[in-house]
């Protein structure tokens, strides 16, 4: 019998709020008229804070990758050095898109569920000859990291002139980020993870020195032309057909946030994964990552006494909960929870149960309660900690 819902606990696409769904089955309108011009502008300034920024920042109808490969090809030009941190599958993404475009990549290749550290990427910084980017990954979906990117790009500006580019795909929205302090040039990000809407969006936020060497790029590009989209956006516009429908449902989504506040919905994320450590770490399950290095919108989990896919087969089969595998040489090695944008406490809870559920049927040795007590300890000291 098909289900009409799931569970949806993956570290993207994730759910959708129902009024946001709402929002996005307005009638539609014209994207060269009044009204999309009043949406776009009215967007666009609320969109800062969220990548905490004062410079604008761009939306593009596409993947996140599309915003990856907006990145490279808009600040870089064949042949150029650049220092790619690479801990899990989406920093292999744009070492990747690095080479495509023909530039010279320093690779730093960290153990998969460990984070970068600021003295790995000054001594390859210190080596390159002229890098005029570092590219580095704020939250690593593929194993649950999060690097410490402001502290980096501290850093890297402390040492050079090169920009640092920024994959907050699965941060922005439910992580806390501010471009501007610490000198963090360019941050793209997504539509389906903590941002709480369906795949479609990319978003480019862009600071002054990245606007800098982009305005003087000679490199040839077309519909990833940053600087067409900074001009259209100048004038209320984009410079190609927008994803309208995500649009109205980006203003909802913004609606809420604004609602919640910023710091709140960032407090709710770091509640949810200390929730789900501290209820994997009562049911005897080996956490990927260590507290320090850990995302608060998504967790690993890596078995030793089960296999991690009947795991995801039975939560999906029986109870539709959907969590998402590994990737790459951890296929089949752990799976991973997604705790993100349309997530509360209450959902945490009730994952956690099931699990608990499914692991005694699968023999993995704990104690039948302490996962979900755990979690509401977690919960609980949350609480008195924001008090």
């Known amino acids: 019998m098909k289900r009409e819902w799931d569970l949806l606990h993956t570290p993207g ?4 709020p129902p009024s946001v769904e709402r929002a996005m089955n307005q009638p539609m309108i014209g994207h060269r008229g009044q009204k999309c011009k009043e949406l776009l502008n009215d967007l666009a300034p609320r969109l800062k804070p969220v990548f905490g920024t ?17 990145a490279v090809v808009n600040t870089t030009q064949p042949g150029d050095e650049v220092i ?20 010279n990549v320093h690779r730093i290749d960290v153990e998969w569920g460990k984070a970068v550290t600021v003295e790995q990427v000054e001594s390859v910084l210190q080596a390159a000859e002229d890098p005029k980017a570092v590219f580095l990954t704020h939250c690593e979906t593929s194993t649950g990291v999060m690097h410490p990117v402001e502290k980096v790009a501290e850093r890297v500006k402390q040492l050079s002139d090169s920009l640092v580019i ?43 020195q990245a606007w800098e060497v982009i305005n003087q790029n000679e490199r040839p590009r ?19 057909t927008p994803a309208l429908s995500l649009l109205f449902g980006l203003d909802e989504v913004l609606r809420l946030m604004e ?25 005897n399950l080996s ?41 790459k040489h951890m296929k089949g090695e ?54």
Do not use: W
């Open 166 to 208: 920024v994959d907050g795909v699965s941060s922005i929205g439910g992580a806390k980020i501010d471009m501007d302090r610490s000198g963090i040039d360019l941050v793209v990000s997504g539509s389906q993870k903590a941002m709480m809407l369906p795949p479609g969006l990319a978003f480019v936020a862009v600071g002054n």
């Open 287 to 327: 956490l990927l990552v260590s507290e320090e290095g850990s995302s608060s919108t998504v967790t690993s989990i890596k078995p030793t006494t089960f296999d991690a896919e009947e795991l995801r087969k039975t939560a999906n089969e029986e109870f539709g909960l959907i969590l998402a595998g590994g990737q």
């Open 222 to 240: 077309f519909y990833l032309d940053l600087r067409t989209y900074n001009k259209r956006l100048s004038e209320g516009q984009t410079p190609f």
């Open 54 to 70: 004062s410079g604008e920042v761009l939306v593009l109808t596409g993947s996140g990758t599309s915003a990856l490969e907006a």
């Open 259 to 283: 609602e919640e506040g910023l710091e709140q919905v960032f407090e709710r994320h770091q509640t949810m994964k200390s929730m789900t450590r501290a209820a994997a770490e009562a049911m």
């Open 334 to 387: 752990i799976f991973r929870i997604g705790h993100m944008g349309y997530s509360r406490p209450a959902d945490v809870l009730r994952y956690i149960s099931i699990l608990e559920v499914i692991l005694k049927r699968l023999g993995h040795p704990f104690e039948s309660g302490k996962g979900s007590a755990a979690a509401q300890e977690a919960y609980l000291n949350g609480i008195k900690e924001l008090k």
């Open 13 to 16: 696409p994730t759910p959708i």
């Open 84 to 103: 790619v941190v690479v801990a899990g599958a989406f920093g292999d993404r744009f070492a990747q898109i690095c080479k495509t475009y023909e530039l």
